[in-house]
């Protein structure tokens, strides 16, 4: 079964205008981690953002914020303030269970690019 | 902190052959990760390891595919014999305790 959902394959976004990519996850365990990346053409996967399941506020990293709704299973990554070197594939990813001892499964990616 | 380092960063080998892709974790982490990386299958966790200890296999594609840690700052991926269809990037990851997973730069690899 599918755990990590994206269903934008591919978005488009004008130069200074914020975006927003859209993750779903599916799981049945109250702990778990939620993870977004960023990778370039140059294809190193970059870390951006991190959201644990009992974090009461939606995190945030400078351009970077996500937009966690538990009820919905989603956590959409919202970047503001868009920039020509934002465009990259983004991947959304879960961590089941505390940290410990847990692999990480990632979605489909989501390809953004910035037009200036 | 360098890092986590892969070796080599492109490998090119005819059908047949034994490829091995290395990778040192960042020091202290006490989690690795292999993953592949294809158009079509998008990002696949081989196996991973919990302080040099393999953890999960499930995503290893068959026996050809083999993964060692033989000391907390050294893993390697195996494939013997290679096929075409292996061809993609592998990733290694690092994590402490789930809470941070860095990347290595990954390994081009090329079965012809």
């Known amino acids: 079964a599918q755990k990590i959902t994206q269903t934008q394959p591919g978005m488009f976004v004008q130069e200074k205008e914020a975006v927003t990519l859209d993750c779903t996850y599916d799981?049945?365990?109250?702990?778990?981690?939620l993870f977004w990346y960023k990778q370039p053409s140059s294809g190193e996967m970059i870390f951006l953002i991190y959201?644990?399941?009992?974090?009461?506020q939606n995190a945030t990293e400078g351009r970077y914020s996500l937009n966690f709704q538990k009820a919905r299973k989603s956590a959409n990554l919202v970047i503001s303030a868009s920039q020509l070197g934002d465009s990259a594939m983004y991947f959304c990813?879960?961590?089941?269970?505390?940290?410990?001892?847990?692999?990480?499964?990632f979605g489909a990616g989501t390809r953004l690019a910035v037009h200036p | 902190d360098a890092g986590v380092i892969q070796s080599p960063r492109h490998e090119v080998t005819e059908m047949g052959q034994e490829v091995t892709l290395r990778c040192k974790p960042i020091?202290?982490?006490?989690?690795l990760f292999w993953y592949r990386q294809t158009m079509m299958r998008g990002l696949e966790l081989l196996i991973y390891?919990?302080?040099?200890?393999?953890?999960?296999d499930s995503g290893m594609p068959e026996d050809r595919f083999s993964a060692k840690m033989p000391n907390a700052s050294f893993s390697t991926l195996k494939i013997q014999p290679s096929e075409p269809r292996d061809s993609a990037v592998y990733f290694c990851?690092?994590?402490?305790f789930g809470y941070g997973y860095t990347f290595g730069s990954g390994t081009r690899l090329t079965v012809v």
């Open positions: 990851a690092s994590s402490l």
């Open positions: 020091s202290g982490h006490n989690s």
């Open positions: 799981t049945s365990d109250p702990s778990y981690g």
């Open positions: 390891f919990n302080n040099n200890v393999p953890i999960d």
């Open positions: 990813a879960m961590r089941e269970g505390p940290g410990g001892y847990n692999k990480l499964i």
């Open positions: 959201q644990g399941s009992y974090d009461q």
